[in-house]
């Protein structure tokens, strides 16, 4: 079974509509992230967390809201889909070896908003 | 934006030959990271190269840093078709504790 769990993997909705993303890992990693990926501008992070307490805005958080349910669950909602959210959506789990941080990524969540 | 930049945005070659492809970053870092990404897929952790190190090797893959040039590079040695994916560094800038990705390159080895 994958580490790093992502769901749904492809949904379709309409501008409006309130979206949810779920991510589960089971890597038992305390840090967590959300990061979405456009063509040609490679990944932005949107938000993260460092444990269940613990929630940061990234670089474009504007939009998006999230929810560390657990140690191994968190979410992403887009509260009211724009089409300009279209996108390919990963989760991401890290671990911290000697200061340095290696991250663990989901199959991806692939968004439409129409 | 800390953003890196990678150069070239693709690269095309023929199986066997080598790749490489750099990565520039404009503030001081603590470690910097290469993934690689099959198309439409996640990111896999290929190496990383602390500020304090000038060069790694793991298998195919030899990864550069030149700190006073904030700049990095990946070569992967005798390519095969299955290396084919887009590569990205993800800069770890001191203190951020958070992984900052470049814009990738698209590598395309042929048969």
């Known amino acids: 079974d994958a580490d790093v769990t992502q769901t749904p993997r492809n949904r379709i909705t309409k501008t409006g509509k309130r979206i949810m993303l779920e991510c589960s890992q089971t890597?038992?990693?305390?840090?967590m992230y959300w990061y979405r990926q456009d063509p040609g501008l490679g990944l932005r992070l949107i938000y993260y967390s460092f444990d269940v307490k613990d929630i940061n805005k990234g670089e474009i958080s504007d939009g998006y809201s999230v929810s560390r349910q657990a140690q191994a669950k968190f979410s992403l909602s887009l509260e009211s889909a724009i089409p300009n959210q279209t996108a390919l959506y990963f989760c991401a789990t890290a671990y911290t070896s000697g200061g340095a941080d290696t991250q663990y990524f989901g199959p991806g969540t692939r968004l439409t908003v129409l | 934006s800390q953003q890196g930049e990678e150069d070239p945005q693709a690269l095309s070659i023929q199986e066997g030959e080598n790749a490489t492809m750099n990565c520039s970053y404009k503030?001081?870092?603590?470690?910097l990271q290469w993934y690689r990404q099959n198309s439409g897929r996640g990111l896999v952790h290929l190496i990383l190269i602390r500020s304090n190190e000038r060069e790694k090797h793991s298998g195919r893959l030899r990864v550069t840093l030149d700190t006073s040039k904030k700049s990095s590079s990946l070569l992967i040695t005798a390519s095969r078709a299955a290396d084919t994916a887009s590569y990205f560094c993800a800069t770890d800038h001191t203190g951020f504790q958070k992984l900052v990705f470049g814009t990738g390159t698209r590598l395309l080895v042929s048969p």
């Open positions: 503030t001081s870092i603590n470690n």
């Open positions: 890597k038992g990693h305390d840090r």
